[in-house]
């Protein structure tokens, strides 16, 4: 059996919906692999990476009222450069990365990406949210927290809605969802380093990259 793929589940907490406009005030990741646990398809957490990053605006009112990120808590956070490149050395060369309604998150990456003049990272992207909308369609709400309520003890988490839209614990939410859409659909031999992106895009389509949304 060949090794399984590593994944990185990530996500963006920014002070407003427009990546032309608005800034990246928290970006996190979970690294993780998957093994067969007593027969069950299961992640295995690796790694994490968090970190709060000073916008160059003030946060939002409304913006902190969905994330509970304050102006206070970013004043002395490092800027948006050494956070991505953190981050990329983080991920590594050889990862897919996952992000639930993956364009938005990937935007204000490739946007940041850009900005500050570093190497756009080839890593692929894929959506969870186009995985659950396929394997899920009975379930009326595809938002990530409402899916792993739904989901259950299908997961490795008890769902703490005080925490969901802070980016790591988004992540780790993530993590137990995506494993879950991959249980409904794939055998382990799909989901080796080699083959898993191909199985993915056999659902999601192609894969996102980083540097489609790089230019203006």
Known sequence: MLPFITLVAFDVETTGLDADKEDIIELAGVKFTLERRDGKLSPVETAQFSSLVKPTKMIPDEATRVNNITNQMVENAPELKPVLQSFFRFCGLSTVLVAHNAEFDAKFVSKGIRRHGLVMPQNPVVDSLKFVRKLMPEYSSHRLGEVARKLGDQTNIALNQGELHRATYDCIVL??????????????????????????????????????????
């Open 175 to 216: 993590k137990e969802v995506f494993t879950a859409c991959l249980r409904k659909r794939y055998q382990d031999r799909d989901l080796a380093m080699d083959t898993a992106l191909k199985s993915f895009e056999s659902l999601h389509g192609p894969a996102l990259k980083f540097d489609q949304f790089s230019k203006a």
